[in-house]
């Protein structure tokens, strides 16, 4: 089984940053593609970022130049940093684990709330 939390959500001002950080533990093979999402209220589940087993990265348009993923294979964890945020930033951020590009199965992990006040 793999086991997927992330954390770091929060309330900042416009304009601030933040970094999520999703943690990966258990059974663990390949490089699956990790990715992040999100949830604003009253709103569909949106993708943010991903990142490919052979690195390459991936952006939802409003927010390219602002958000940036990366990962750390030793510590099994992948980053979202945010930068220059903006309130429609606003909602839970949810990390996704998949691994069915080499044959498994896909984890979410239960999320964290990112709320930017204007």
């Known amino acids: 089984q793999v086991q997927v939390v992330e954390s770091g959500g929060g309330l900042v001002q416009a304009g601030g940053s933040l970094r999520l950080s999703c943690a990966v533990s258990?059974?663990?093979?390949?490089?699956?593609?990790v990715g992040w999402y999100r949830q604003a209220p009253g709103k569909q589940r949106e993708a943010v970022a991903d990142?490919?087993?052979?690195?390459?990265?991936n952006y939802a348009d409003s927010v390219k130049g602002r958000f940036t993923i990366s990962r750390d294979g030793v510590k099994k964890t992948v980053y979202l940093q945010m930068n220059s945020l903006k309130p429609e930033d606003t909602g839970v951020y949810y990390c996704?684990?998949?691994?069915?590009?080499?044959?498994?199965?896909?984890?979410w992990g239960p999320g964290t709330q990112v709320t930017v006040s204007s």
């Open positions: 258990g059974i663990i093979f390949g490089r699956p593609v």
């Open positions: 996704k684990v998949d691994f069915s590009p080499i044959g498994g199965r896909e984890y």
């Open positions: 990142l490919t087993g052979d690195g390459a990265t």
